[in-house]
T-cell receptor
Framework: ETGVTQTPRHLVMGMTNKKSLKCEQH?????MYWYKQSAKKPLELMFV???????ENNSVPSRFSPECPNSSHLFLHLHTLQPEDSALYLC?????????????FGQGTRLTVV | DQQVKQNSPSLSVQEGRISILNCDYTNSMFDYFLWYKKYPAEGPTFLISISSIKDKNEDGRFTVFLNKSAKHLSLHIVPSQPGDSAVYFCAARNYGGSQGNLIFGKGTKLSVKP
């Protein structure tokens, strides 16, 4: 248990569906992140929120839409995805986005787009 | 082009012996390095880190060595235990960059045999 909880753990969705991934952290951290891990590829940063403000958008397609209503919650809204978007989506948090502190990861959501 | 490379996709070690996981990087502006461990169906877990001003950091059975001139770091696990079997990711951060700017390697799968 890392203090970062992601739901759902598994998700299968069609290309025309709209779904959301949820992340919640109980660590009092101020920075939250979305990462994507595709098969045989390194972890790729998607979005960074620091004190609820988005500070990074790593050239992510607009079919992925993040939302950070407060420092404890982070959502990733999905719509009209493609099969190649199938991957493990990981949420992480850290004390802030700047200091030399490690990130704590959730267990991930395994997404399959059919 | 990958900035953080873990050239060994897998490593097998006997219990009680030393495990050495290697990581090479290309960007001389990296100033902070981390190792994460990942079990199947779980998110990565922070293991140990090192700042570029140091060449060694030790935490129990885990030691990270940094050779800046060679742009190489390694993780030593002594003695190795079956519970250490996991995928190990090396990550690096750009000088002045945020926690979210971690660049990850593809990982090395360590198997420790009883």
């Amino acid at each position: 248990e890392t203090g970062v909880t992601q739901t759902p753990r598994h998700l299968v969705m069609g290309m025309t569906n709209k779904k959301s991934l949820k992340c919640e952290q109980h660590l009092g951290h101020n920075a939250m992140y979305w990462y994507k891990q595709s098969a045989k590829k390194p972890l790729e940063l998607m979005f960074v929120y620091n004190f609820k403000e988005q500070t990074e958008n790593n050239s992510v397609p607009s079919r992925f839409s993040p939302e950070c209503p407060n420092s404890s919650h982070l959502f990733l809204h999905l719509h009209t995805l493609q099969p190649e978007d199938s991957a493990l989506y990981l949420c992480a948090s850290s004390q802030t986005a700047v200091l030399n502190t490690e990130a704590f990861f959730g267990q991930g959501t395994r997404l399959t787009v059919v | 082009d990958q900035q953080v490379k873990q050239n060994s996709p897998s490593l097998s070690v006997q219990e009680g012996r030393i495990s050495i996981l290697n990581c090479d990087y290309t960007n001389s502006m990296f100033d902070y390095f981390l190792w994460y461990k990942k079990y199947p169906a779980e998110g990565p877990t922070f293991l140990i880190s090192i700042s570029s001003i140091k060449d060694k950091n030790e935490d129990g059975r885990f030691t990270v060595f940094l050779n800046k001139s060679a742009k190489h770091l390694s993780l030593h696990i002594v003695p190795s235990q079956p519970g250490d079997s996991a995928v190990y990711f090396c990550a690096a951060r750009n000088y002045g960059g945020s926690q979210g700017n971690l660049i990850f390697g593809k990982g090395t799968k360590l198997s420790v045999k009883p």
